[in-house]
């Protein structure tokens, strides 16, 4: 008789692979992301002619999606908590896809920032809900590739919408731009539909028994689901939670100071500034018409190969290491812009330099500030003050990435390249040193041991040891 396997076992193969499919799902939060920003960019200076749209407005219509990300950030601790993170993903899709429909049908600068508000809305939603959603479905040893997986799919979108946006550039079809993002919504919500809840959530619903057999079904043993469950029961058994813990523990202000920390220092390193507005920054080196667009994609490739390659380095270098690397190539690479914009651009080798410093910084961001902002502030929040803590540190991150998409073209005209660039150079020094003073390094470390080092009260940059 052929032998039958023990259901409550699987291979690490098996696992591993039901384990990232459900993480490439759960990651495509990031897609939506990822296709807004792109899209702006190449449709930006179509909408400014077709609406009029003075400087202000154009900032303002690039910089609404950001407010309504800051507002979804606060909606989505609610809603992954009493929905669950599933439903949550689900809602953010369908509202994705009414803002990118709502854009394709404008009528003016207040009915695009409208929409563009509804897009950032669902954005703020799956910017808090996928890490966390991730976070909870993965192993130690897998975690920091599994949360990273998002920001490729940020990464994955832009350089789809980037692309889409340079074939339409050609007939300045920016209504098709935004219509066609909605077609990656509908697969995202046709996708999350499929994905189990989060083991972790079941568990604070008091649903222990769908947990564990969650937890069977992507770990390689029983032994080991069982094993996680009994730690997660050990963290649901503190009292505090949320508004509660934070009032009471100060390690938790800790922890939440340090997730807020790592969102500035994503967002002012200055990779939006590249993102939302390369077309302007190559037509300040001299590239003309199509040719900016072409290399804006060119970026939004090379963004896409770099993530991909922090993924397979974040469980294996660790967090600090790649965000010392990081930040130093940002640091010397605006450095070096800032020289360029100030003796001049008017050779073709000063152009092409001009492309490959801007390459080199997106590559440096996409391999270390970009990923691991994400992967860091879902580990370092205990487990009862979790969704508060990554709402807190998510609504900094499109505070932050609204101040910068508002007031780039501004300071831009204020300061000039040359001061402009200087000035990122001298942020990402900065991070370089608050990396080495506060971050800690989690790599190969279990949330349960985070959560214990933090509440121990050990120094931030410790409790990953």
């Given at each position: ?15 591993q692979f039901r ?213 997660i029961d050990e ?156 709402t807190l540190s ?72």
């Amino acid at each position: 008789m052929p032998q039958i396997s023990n259901p409550s076992e699987n291979t690490d193969t098996s696992s591993q692979f039901r384990t990232i499919i459900i993480g490439i799902l759960a990651a495509t939060g990031g897609l939506m992301s990822g296709l807004d920003i792109g899209v702006i960019s190449g449709a930006l200076d179509f909408v400014a002619d077709a609406f009029h749209a003075s400087t202000f407005a154009q900032e303002w219509i690039v910089s609404a999606m950001m407010a309504g990300a800051a507002v979804g950030a606060v909606l989505a601790g609610w809603l992954a908590k009493i929905t669950g993170r599933k439903w949550a993903l689900v809602m953010g899709g369908v509202i994705f896809i009414i803002g990118s429909l709502g854009c394709a049908l404008a009528w003016s600068v207040a009915s695009m920032i409208w929409g563009r508000a509804m897009m950032g809305l669902a954005i703020g939603i799956a910017a808090f809900t996928s890490p966390l959603y991730l976070s909870e479905i993965a192993s130690e040893n897998t975690r920091g590739a599994m949360i990273s997986t998002y920001q490729l799919m940020i990464t994955v979108g832009i350089f789809m919408a980037f692309i889409s946006d340079t074939l339409l550039s050609y007939h300045a079809q920016w209504r098709w731009m935004f219509g066609m993002i909605a077609i990656p919504g509908v697969l995202f919500v046709v996708g999350v539909l499929f994905l189990p809840y989060s083991p972790r959530w079941l568990m604070m619903q008091g649903r222990r028994e769908e947990a564990l057999a969650v937890l069977k079904d992507l770990r390689p043993t029983a032994h080991e689901a069982h094993a996680e469950i009994r730690a997660i029961d050990e963290q649901l058994k503190q009292r505090q939670g949320g508004f509660g813990l934070l009032w009471e523990n100060a390690n938790f202000r800790r922890s939440i100071l340090l997730g807020v920390m790592l969102q500035a220092m994503q967002q002012f390193a200055g990779i939006n500034v590249v993102m939302y507005y390369a077309p302007k920054i190559f037509a300040m080196a001299g590239f003309v018409g199509t040719a900016q667009m072409w290399c804006t994609a060119m970026i939004g490739f090379v963004n896409v190969l770099a993530t991909l390659a922090a993924i397979g380095l974040v469980d294996r270098w660790g967090r600090k290491p790649i965000l010392y690397c990081g930040f130093s190539i940002m640091t010397v690479s605006m450095a070096a812009l800032a020289v360029l914009n100030h003796v001049g651009m008017e050779s073709d080798g000063a152009k092409i330099l001009c492309v490959f410093l801007i390459m080199i910084f997106i590559v440096a961001h996409a391999m270390s500030a970009g990923p691991l902002m994400w992967v860091l502030c879902s580990e370092i929040q205990p487990i009862k003050g979790r969704d508060l803590g990554i709402t807190l540190s998510t609504l900094t991150n499109w505070i932050s990435n609204m101040i910068v998409g508002a007031s780039f073209l501004s300071i831009l005209g204020w300061l000039g390249g040359a001061k402009t660039f200087g000035l990122i150079a001298l942020l990402n020094g900065l991070f370089l040193v608050l990396t080495k003073v506060f971050v800690p390094e989690t790599k190969g470390m279990s949330l349960e041991v985070i959560e214990q080092n933090l509440m121990a009260g050990k120094k931030l940059r410790e409790i990953g040891r």
